[in-house]
């Protein structure tokens, strides 16, 4: 699996609001932990909910800035920034991703202030 692509496909999928494609990344158990908008979400239906709202419904997009892959390929750092319809307007963020079976099985995403 090559990392980088794998999450540059995933920020365009993201960029185009693909619902369908976004979701096709992650296992069907993955978790995703934001403290920046204190939840954790669940499964396909939470990656769904958590795009749908803080993505598609805030106009977000995102652009890399900085991405660091573990050795053995099973993890990743990633520095974004994001601009959409919230009250900054542009804000940095990053997210740490855990893969398995060539999917996300687990993020911390969290915003930079």
Do not use: C
Request: hydrophobic share 40%; net charge negative; glycine share 8%.
């Amino acid at each position: 699996m090559d990392i980088r692509t794998f999450l540059i496909d995933w920020i365009t999928a993201s960029n185009a609001f693909d619902t369908k494609r976004y979701l096709s990344f992650y296992l069907e158990n993955a978790i995703l932990d934001d403290p920046s908008v204190g939840k954790i979400f669940k499964g396909h239906k939470g990656m769904q909910d958590y795009f749908e709202s803080y993505f598609i419904g805030y106009n977000t997009s995102m652009e890399l800035v900085a991405l660091t892959i573990s050795d053995d390929g099973t993890a990743a750092h990633l520095k974004v920034t994001f601009r959409g319809d919230f009250p900054e307007g542009i804000i940095g963020g990053i997210f740490d991703f855990q893969f398995r079976e060539e999917k996300i099985a687990f993020i911390k995403a969290d915003l930079l202030h």
